[in-house]
């Protein structure tokens, strides 16, 4: 079982910053691919970025590309997702999912567990 804490999250103006972090208790990150998802209401769940267990990979939607960016810390077992020029469409709770040994997967039935979620609000 891993557990999983995502933070960061908030509210923000449009065209503003926030770095999220994904961080597991009692187990290491650094052998785990990391997603990120986010779900905003009436919505289903979409993909947003991912990164290999390695981090020799990374995948992006296409509507974050060039905003967005993903990196991991195994020093402190954590994956970042840095959200820059942030849209109200960005409004949405964002949660990691974590796959062993993974690549940068982009498929919700990759991942096998799932942090809580923190909310992410852009007004415009």
């Known amino acids: 079982q891993v557990q999983l804490v995502e933070s960061g999250g908030g509210l923000v103006q449009a065209g503003g910053s926030l770095r999220l972090s994904c961080a597991a208790s009692g187990r290491t990150l650094s052998r785990y691919a990391v997603g990120w998802f986010r779900q905003a209401p009436g919505k289903e769940r979409e993909f947003v970025a991912s990164?290999?267990?390695?981090?020799?990979?990374?995948s992006y939607a296409d509507s974050v590309k060039d905003r967005f960016s993903i990196s991991r810390n195994n020093a402190n077992n954590t994956v970042y997702l840095q959200m820059n020029s942030l849209k109200p469409e960005d409004t949405a709770v964002y949660s990691c999912a974590v796959r062993f040994l993974g690549a940068a997967v982009t498929g919700t039935y990759d991942y096998d567990y799932w942090g809580q979620g923190t909310q992410v609000t852009v007004s415009s």
């Open positions: 990164i290999s267990w390695s981090g020799s990979s990374t």
